[in-house]
């Protein structure tokens, strides 16, 4: 029985380990693949009917601008995600700083005149 769950197991995730290799590794490579299916269809286009060709071709400017537009914010949102990081280690350097430095000489207290 336990033999028959590993192998449901494993072609899973055999499964699963092609579909994840299928998928682009970046933004960039996303990009990129969309970009040359764009133009593929711009291709075939080329030989459709007019009307269809209009259509299609508005079609594929707004997907492409749509592409624009969700690099745009994924840009925005690694600037965002780097400057939390950026802030995290600084105050981690603080605080190893404090933490490495000699300790403070205490202040002296003057004596009050009795």
Do not use: C
């Not at 693949?33 to 286009?45: H, P």
């Not at 594929?60 to 600037?79: D, K, M, Q, V």
């Amino acid at each position: 029985m336990a033999s028959k769950k590993k192998a449901k197991k494993r072609t899973s995730r055999s499964a699963f380990q092609r579909l994840e290799d299928d998928m682009p590794k970046t933004l960039r490579d996303y990009r990129a693949r969309v970009r040359k299916n764009l133009n593929q269809l711009e291709r075939d286009i080329e030989r459709a009917v007019p009307q269809a060709r209009r259509r299609t071709a508005r079609l594929i400017r707004e997907a492409s601008h749509e592409l624009g537009r969700i690099e745009e914010r994924g840009a925005a949102a690694w600037r965002r995600r780097a400057k939390k990081m950026t802030l995290d280690a600084q105050r981690l350097l603080r605080r190893l700083e404090r933490a490495v430095a000699p300790p403070r000489a205490k202040k002296k207290v003057a004596k009050k005149k009795a």
